[in-house]
């Protein structure tokens, strides 16, 4: 991979993240820089999630094997799982995905057809025992944090379920200035890792090429989940690797396992279907995929500091400190870089990735104005503190990529 592009080296140059022999290969540490990205980034898909229908749980990181062994995880994937632990009399495992737990939500609660959809979403724990030889940066983590929903519907809702969910992700793809290399349709292949039920797999299957009707897929065998496949939506790191950041899939199995029911209009119990979705993946993989694309210049309402104002001299500190406090009110990250940080080329030099630079000289303090420098390397010149401020606070909140857009 081209240096430059590296997020494991732009990462550690950037403070966004690093790793520490003591905590273990695979279990990188966010620095604060890193931990702003992280929590912005959530809460946006908190926000998508809230605004197309999803209700937010928690749930614990830890289950009884019991709980695996009924998903089928333990049996199909339990070499990507780590070592049960003794408690009393029961073994506990660190969860190896989300979906089983949410299928325990679901299944305490009595549920009608009216109902349903009923959409489930955490930003949750999971645990992966990878090997040490393909662990790297945060590509491929053993502790992963991962944006991920269960939607809980009808056998007659599950294609407009899973259409749905691709088009949250392609907005939350534009919106994030990235873009999906390819979708493919994953199947399964002929290793005994996958459930044994043909009528099964070709129910799922049958949906899922309904529900990527009219968009151009590749079907690859040997990539489908242990329980059902799924639509992989494929990202491409600059070296031309490729990678899954995004799926859907069409879920019979758990429903099954865990013998999930809903009460139809005729007052049977009916099985539903269990639709899988995580709009970004692991946080880890997405962030790493944006430092990448980006460079580390991130869209402005992801850049850990969106504004840096820089004093000319010790005499316009506090003016420059007071342009930080009204930019903080405001919900803006901004932070004060002063003469004791260096000249103020060295200062403009080091925020080059920050989106706005606001430079204080003795005419800008007697005038409330800033001369604004933009990352890009355009000068619009002297502009009042306020109307900078407001610009900066509509790029925020549109997520535009234009940092100076047309008055």
Known sequence: MNPVHDHRRLGRELDLFDTDPLMG???????PDGAVVRHVLEEYVRAAERAAGYRHVYSPVLGKRELYEISGHWSHYGDDMFPPMRLGGEEVVLRPSLCPHH???????????????????????????????????????????????????????????????????RRAYDDLGIRASRYRLSLPGDSGKYIADPALWRRANALLEEVLDGVEYESV??????????????????????????????????????????????????????????????????????????GGAFPVWLAPVQLVVLPVGNAQEERALDVVRRAEARGIRAEFSGPGHGTL???????????????????????????????????????????????????????????????
């Open 25 to 31: 290969a695979g279990l990188p540490y966010w620095l």
């Open 103 to 169: 299928a325990l939500i679901y299944r305490s609660r009595s549920h009608s057809y009216r109902e349903l959809p009923l959409r489930i979403a955490e930003l949750g724990g999971m645990y992966r025992s990878e090997l040490s030889g393909v662990l790297g940066g945060l590509t491929r983590v053993r502790a992963i944090q991962l944006n991920d929903a269960h939607i809980f519907c009808t056998p007659e809702q599950a294609v407009a379920e899973a259409r749905d969910a691709l088009a949250l992700i």
């Open 345 to 407: 080329g060295a200062r403009v030099r080091a925020a080059r990735l920050v989106p706005y630079q606001a430079v204080i000289g003795e005419r800008e303090a007697d005038a409330d104005s800033a001369a604004v420098r933009l990352r890009d390397g355009r000068r619009p010149g002297a502009v009042p503190v306020d109307e900078l401020l407001d610009r900066i606070g509509a790029r925020d909140g549109d997520r535009g990529a234009e940092l100076w857009a047309a008055a």
């Open 221 to 294: 065998e040997g990539e489908a989940a242990f329980y059902g496949p799924k639509i992989d939506v494929q990202i491409t790191d600059p070296a031309g690797r490729e990678s899954t950041l995004s799926t859907v899939q069409i879920d019979f199995h758990q429903p099954e396992r865990f013998d999930l029911h809903y009460i139809g209009p005729d007052g049977d119990k009916h099985r539903p279907v269990m639709v899988h979705r995580s709009i970004i993946g692991s946080v880890e993989r997405a962030v790493a995929h944006l430092v990448e694309t980006h």
